[in-house]
């Protein structure tokens, strides 16, 4: 099959690509050689750090590492079980994107830095309570649940910290990429594709593999400084790695991030005072500090130790709505501390961790691999500035910080995977088989929170103001076994015409069987030309998470709940037990060079996802006030001067069927200035729309989705989004210049102020999130060969969201819309980046 693009990539990846050829080992642990010879490769140096990257044509670095000149080229371990395969032969698309990539961004976290280079990934606009402390990341417009996430092609454990807020991303209890240290990175491969065949659950929308460096000397270190275009969310980020021998026949490479990002502050006045008083919308405080080792052994020629270890530590706090002095006339003593009134702060400790050892090895020509991932995240959820007026009452305590709840989320996975090549007398092309099994333990716990939290019965009135703590009725362990099988088949049907089957069973203790499959294909016409298709199903388990998890928030004039599907509230009005969800994925592309330098992809695609996760039957007024006491919750007494709509209740059900359609299309060029340097010029689109195909009805027949809930399954997420610019390099200088347009969004507000505020009736304000442009422009100078200046801006004109009409603000303060994943709200993000590489 002849090569279509050939990239220079950087010398950190070129030294992994270069170890697993060497080696002959995937970050899958299945090892086979390459596909049969093609013809020679015409070469390509063209890829950006800011834009989207071609998945035929990998990237090359950013200007803070300048790639030597190098006439190889990336290898990918994501989406196939073979080794030795290229991002451009790929039969599936596959996005690399390098550390200096990331770097270039200016960015301190992995998402944020992902969701400026690639079109076809998003991440929230932002967030309310705990979902806002939680940095979770979403393929072609679906949940960040339907996304899988992998380090060197292990599964990464998901977080215990789950997003409860209503909007797109409701439910999500996804990996948190952002506790990987981004030291420890070498590149990231995001296949653009259906894998649960390959890899099991959540890989409906595709795959993030996440390469840890595995350089065994260096070091470097960097350090990335911000501010806002309003003056404040300061950020400051200190990455640090180095490698290192042990003896000689061992490495290892040990990385470690410190971050910290100041609040912003975006809401607009408060109805209530006139003032800006009330800091609900905006970033979140954090304090981030991440470790990572990575360390391999050869134990002998043919056998290797190898391990990784990554912690995470996080401490954040999230504003709540403000209250008002006036609310605490009849608690002197509350009135005392809090004579301004008072905001409650929502905040997370989070402790991560992830413990990885396998060994892998050759024998009689198979290749193996055994390992065992333990990991754990802990969320201890606190509320600080508050109050529980009941408990003052009854004790004349007035208690202002509260533990209000924690989640813990443990997993345990075993694999053992086999591959080797194989020739046969009667086919003239080899046959990679690999083979494997894993079990997988997985464990979800809710603690209660202090008593001075928890309202009646087990405590005090409507417990904390704010965010009441977790009661023992609401409060225990579930776990679950996962068993699975895969088997996957490649080989060439001609030379030019090679195809991929892959098979896979998994049972789950609490939600039974399922079968996958995929079919991958790819012909090329010629050097330049070729085309690819896979068809294949897949599926989400429902999380534990999602299974178990309850909560209620109370706002000053409203509270909401949210009940498990198994608890008596949502029993006794008809819930049923969560399926899971499942996916048809049908894909078709063509990779082109038109003409010498220029590669272009264009893959179009459709996944139709049955049984969606969302909370459905949503309840209103006393319908929702008695589901709630069913399942031990109470509300502030100044609930009976609500209004009508002002309680709700749901909880998560199968609630519908989607087709999600779209089309990726990426372009890369070179342009050779002489001695005026290059330009390396990019432009990359995602186009995608999803449509309501069916909606579930609950036991009394009435549909579980009103028209607010369908708009976060289908037009929450951008219609497009587009990313183009280019790279002028010339000798110590480097100037990069890129716009990135971001699609209309279109939602459902409620009524807040007017004849139809908060009636229960579930009739809402259409509004469009109309589409924005933003312009990221970086100048770096590597004053040595050591160290490397950088002035860059994301957003340097400062864009913001469309407002919201003020009728449908919550006390007026709301003016952006954080439960889209379209433009942030912060505006303008202007940095510092100082590099140093020994």
């Known amino acids: 099959m002849p090569a279509l693009a050939v990239a220079e990539p950087d010398a950190a990846t070129t030294a992994q690509s270069t170890a697993h050829a060497t080696r002959s080992t995937s970050a899958h642990g299945t090892r086979a050689a390459a596909a049969p010879s093609r013809a020679p490769a015409t070469t390509n140096t063209s890829a950006t750090a800011q834009g989207a990257r071609a998945s035929s044509a990998p990237v090359r670095p950013a200007a803070s590492a300048p790639a030597p000149a190098s006439s190889g080229e990336s290898i990918v371990v994501t989406g196939t079980r073979e080794t030795g395969r290229r991002a451009r032969d790929s039969l599936s698309p596959i996005d690399v994107v390098s550390h200096q990539q990331l770097a270039a961004t200016g960015q301190p976290t992995l998402r944020d830095a992902l969701s400026l280079l690639l079109p076809s990934l998003t991440t929230p606009t932002g967030g309310f309570d705990t979902g806002a402390l939680t940095d979770t990341i979403s393929l072609r417009g679906l949940n960040p649940n339907e996304t899988l996430v992998l380090v060197d092609g292990k599964r990464r454990h998901s977080t215990a910290n789950i997003y409860a807020d209503p909007g797109p991303q409701q439910g999500s209890t996804a990996p948190d990429i952002d506790m990987i240290p981004m030291a420890a990175i070498d590149h990231v491969e995001v296949l653009r594709d259906g894998a649960s065949a390959q890899y099991g659950s959540d890989a409906v929308a595709g795959v993030v593999n996440i390469i840890l460096k595995k350089q065994p000397s260096g070091f470097h270190a960097q350090s990335i400084s911000g501010i806002t275009s309003e003056g404040d969310g300061f950020q400051q980020g200190v990455y640090l790695d180095g490698g290192l021998k042990l003896g000689s026949r061992g490495w290892a490479h040990i990385s470690g991030d410190f971050v910290h990002m100041d609040p912003t502050y975006r809401s607009a006045r408060d109805n209530r005072t006139n003032t800006y008083v009330n800091n609900i919308l905006g970033q979140p405080e954090q304090t981030r500090e991440t470790v990572a080792i990575n360390a391999g052994y050869d134990l002998t020629d ?245 299974e178990h998890y309850s909560a209620l928030n109370v706002s000053p004039t409203a509270a909401r709940g949210l009940i498990a599907v198994n608890s008596p509230g949502a029993v006794a009005n008809g819930a049923s037990a969560l399926k899971p969800e499942r996916s048809t994925n049908v894909e078709g592309g063509v990779i082109a060079e038109p003409i010498q330098n220029l590669h272009v992809t264009a893959d179009v695609y459709q996944i139709d996802l049955r049984d969606r996760i969302l909370p459905g039957g949503s309840i209103v007024g006393s319908a929702a006030q008695s589901a709630l006491a069913l399942d031990g919750f109470s509300l502030p007494a100044s609930a009976a001067t609500w209004g009508s709509g002002a309680v709700s209740a749901n909880w998560f059900a199968n609630v519908a069927s989607t087709r999600t359609q779209g089309l990726d299309l990426t372009a890369t060029y070179l342009t050779r200035l002489g001695n005026y340097g290059r330009i390396d010029w990019d432009a990359a689109i995602n186009l995608n729309r999803t449509r309501l195909r069916h909606q579930s009805d609950s036991a009394s027949g009435a549909p579980l989705l009103d028209a607010q809930s369908v708009a976060y399954l289908t037009t929450a997420y951008p219609r497009s989004k587009i990313i183009f610019g280019g790279r002028w390099t010339q000798n110590r200088w480097t100037v990069g210049l890129h716009e990135i347009r971001w699609g209309q969004t279109t939602d459902e507000l409620t009524w807040y102020a007017g004849p139809l505020a908060l009636n229960g009736n579930h009739i809402y304000r259409q509004w469009h999130n109309e589409p924005r442009w933003t312009t990221n422009l970086e100048v770096s100078y590597r004053v040595t060969d050591r160290w490397t200046a950088t002035l860059g801006g994301n957003n340097i004109f400062a864009s913001y969201p469309t407002k919201v009409p003020a009728a449908n603000r919550y006390l007026g303060a709301p003016q952006y819309y954080p439960s889209t994943s379209q433009l942030g709200i912060n505006g303008g993000f202007y940095y510092l980046r100082v590099n140093y590489d020994l």
């Open 302 to 546: 043919a056998i290797q130790l190898y391990g990784d270890a990554t912690y995470g530590h996080r401490h954040a706090q999230s504003y709540q709505n403000y209250r008002l002095p006036s609310s605490l006339s009849a608690y002197p003593g509350y009135a005392a501390l809090y004579p301004y009134g008072y905001s409650p702060l929502e905040t997370l400790n989070e402790n991560d961790v992830e413990v990885k050892a396998g060994l892998r090895g050759e024998y009689s020509g198979w290749h193996w691999d055994l390992s065992s991932v333990y990991a754990r995240d802990f969320d201890d959820i606190g509320l600080e500035n508050s109050t529980n007026t009941a408990l003052y009452a009854a004790t004349g305590r007035t208690p202002t910080s509260f533990d209000v709840m924690g989640f813990n989320n443990t997993t345990i996975t075993n694999n053992f995977d086999l591959s080797r090549r194989l020739h046969f007398g009667f086919w003239p092309y080899a046959i990679n088989v690999a083979g494997g099994a894993e079990y997988r333990y997985e464990a979800y716990s809710v603690g209660t929170g202090s008593p001075d939290s928890i309202s009646t019965p087990y405590g005090y009135g409507s417990g904390a103001d704010a965010l009441p703590g977790t009661n023992p009725a609401n409060a225990g362990n579930s776990n679950r076994d996962v068993t699975a099988g895969y088997l996957d088949l490649s080989t060439h049907l001609t030379r030019a015409w090679q195809v991929d089957l892959a098979g896979r069973y998994e049972h789950y203790s609490d939600v039974g069987n399922t079968q996958t499959g995929k079919i991958a294909t790819r012909y090329d016409v010629n050097r330049r030309l070729g085309f690819r298709a896979t068809i294949s199903n897949g599926f989400h388990a429902p999380t534990l998470a999602q």
